[in-house]
């Protein structure tokens, strides 16, 4: 039912009119004059809701456009609406095409607002959020990248990772290099450039980072050799010889008689001897040919010292992946007995070497580190240690600087036997390297336990009559 306003037909409803609609108005019409009308409606909060339209002819037929509902919108507002859009189609112009298209154009303007915001964003891209996507996309490292995140969270994001990819430069690589320089740490300032050089030739691949690098990789522009001290060998070749392993034998004996020796309100303050665990972790290293690393990581479970076996899980090898392998070590008595001794401490622990909690293992680098900390020279010290330990007690006579680190351990019982006579796969094999040939490997399993049991006895044995000899040069010095 089409209904009208009190003053007649071709008048306009009052606000007052269209407040007190009864219920039963519900689903009529309520002619406004000039071509609008509404649609009475009751919600269920029982308040009537009229929806506007205005009709009007176009190309022969009428049209609908809608125009809002009241009292959501005034009845002001929606008469000037019916009025723009009667203008519109005096002008030819259909008003739900025009809404239509207004609507499109403000959503082309929000997109291009967005578009705009997200290439600005894109543009400013900053070191730091690239090693972030790098690590969440482009790298795996056995430890998890812990490794990885603590040296940039350390060394390079304090640094530049506010820095805005497409203005990075090699300036800004070189501040980093640098500052690691001035702690005198070679060997960290080539892993991290690496590490960098990998993280930038990543995103050199990969929108919308390669966009950013529209100057090429700075990282290119790097001669990591400049920012070395000029003794330092990238490839170390340090093998130690028999004088030194005895040598070495008497300093760590020297240092326990020392610090025996001292009154008891001395011993926190003077020399201090190196614990039995990083003693037997130096001489297993030697005697098995082992990675530091794959050491630390050993669990007691996983050695059997009376068949004398150990087993390094392809988990803790060194390795790429898909390539790691497990590793049986057939222990010598030399070892075995390093291994007696360590379980001595550690035999109540799930781990050969425990952390403090007894929860894992210690850090890898643990025994790196305290080996490193006794020989300043080597490690470039800026400052002194602290009296708690003592500097220099650990540097050798002969080498370079008399510098030696346990990954020389494993180098110097490979060349121990090659002077022995031990075939050179026999030793590859007993430092489970991957043999090269993936037919042979495919093909070839023997797994060459007893010629590899013989390697580790010869081996074994020389290191005992090496450490049997007295060294009387080293005698006559400390005397």
């Known amino acids: 039912m089409t209904r009208y306003p009190k003053t007649g037909k071709g008048t306009k409803w009052t606000i007052r009119e269209l407040s007190a609609i009864p219920a039963e108005w519900h689903g009529d019409t309520l002619s406004d004059s000039g071509g609008l009308s509404g649609e009475v409606r009751f919600i269920s909060n029982g308040n009537a809701s009229i929806r506007f339209k205005y009709a009007f002819r176009w190309e022969g037929k009428v049209k609908w456009y809608q125009l809002g509902t009241f009292p959501g919108i005034g009845i002001a507002d ?107 740490v070679n060997r960290h300032i080539v892993i991290l450039n690496s590490d960098i050089g990998q993280m930038l030739r990543w995103a050199e691949k990969r929108q919308p980072w390669r966009k950013l690098m529209a100057d090429g990789n700075p990282a290119d522009l790097i001669d990591v050799e400049t920012l070395l001290d000029p003794d330092y060998e990238t490839e170390r070749e340090r093998v130690l010889s028999s004088e030194e392993i005895r040598e070495l034998r008497d300093i760590l004996a020297k240092l326990e ?29 030697l005697g098995t040919l082992c990675r530091i690393g794959e050491l630390l990581q050993a669990e007691w479970r996983h050695i059997d010292l009376n068949a004398g076996t150990w087993l390094i899980p392809a988990k803790n090898a060194k390795g790429k992946r898909g390539k790691k392998q497990d590793h049986h070590i ?31 293992h210690v850090c890898l680098k643990t025994i790196s580190k305290l080996i490193g900390d006794r020989q300043c020279r080597f490690k470039r010290r800026s400052k002194p240690l602290s009296g708690r330990q003592h500097n220099d007690t650990l540097v050798l006579s002969g080498g370079a600087n008399g510098e030696w680190t346990p990954h020389d351990m494993r180098r110097t019982g490979a060349t121990i036997m090659q002077s022995l006579g031990v075939p050179l796969d ?54």
């Open 330 to 360: 057939f222990l010598s008595s030399l070892s075995i007995t390093q291994f007696k001794r360590l379980k001595a401490e550690t035999g109540q622990s799930l781990f050969c070497f425990p952390n403090r909690k007894g929860d894992a």
């Open 257 to 285: 008689s020392d610090y025996a020796a001292l009154p008891a309100g001395e011993k926190y303050s003077g020399i201090r001897p190196v614990n039995n665990r990083v003693q037997s972790a130096v001489w297993i290293c």
């Open 78 to 184: 929606i008469r000037a609406e019916r009025d723009r859009a009667r203008q519109l189609v005096a002008e030819g112009i259909n008003p739900v095409d025009s809404k239509k298209a207004t609507k499109i154009e403000a959503q082309a303007a929000i997109e291009a607002t967005i578009a705009e915001a997200k290439r600005q964003d894109t543009e400013n891209l900053t070191v730091a959020e690239l090693f972030n996507e790098w690590l969440r996309k482009g790298v795996a490292r056995q430890d998890g990248n812990a490794e990885l995140e603590r040296s940039f969270n350390k060394d390079v994001l304090p640094i530049i990772g506010q820095k805005a990819i497409r203005e990075l430069k090699d300036d800004d690589l070189l501040d980093v290099l640098n500052s690691v320089r001035q702690r005198g």
């Open 426 to 479: 026999i030793i590859d094999r007993c430092q489970n390297h991957v043999m090269a040939g993936k037919v042979r490997r495919h093909y070839l399993h023997h797994n060459y336990a007893e010629e590899k049991t013989k390697a580790w006895r010869l081996l074994g044995e020389h290191i005992e009559t090496v450490l049997s000899t007295d060294n009387v040069v080293l005698i006559q010095k400390m005397a």
